[in-house]
């Protein structure tokens, strides 16, 4: 898949705001783009909700971490894997 723009984000324990964070880039008008959403070692319900967009939306790419590595490791793992130009 060749796309223009890479929009990266992490995210930490964030089940509270997961939904509203996704959805607020997804339902942007310019559509041609890769969404790489870093977990970082969540321990709450997270993942799981950002397993359902990942499923249903090819945009969106979920990388996991195992454990808690922090913001900067987390963005720079996601930055490496970014297809856009």
């Not at 969404?35 to 709450?44: A, E």
Request: proline fraction near 1%; charge should be negative.
């Amino acid at each position: 898949m060749t796309v223009k723009v890479s929009v990266l984000m992490a995210v930490h324990n964030g089940e509270k705001y997961i939904q509203q964070a996704v959805e607020s880039i997804l339902s942007q008008t310019y559509s041609d783009f890769e969404f790489i959403i870093v977990d970082d070692g969540s321990s709450d319900d997270t993942v799981p909700a950002l397993e359902k967009y990942a499923i249903k939306d090819r945009r969106v790419v979920l990388v996991r971490n195992e454990i808690n590595v922090g913001l900067a490791r987390s963005l720079n793992r996601g930055l490496a894997l970014a297809k856009g130009e």
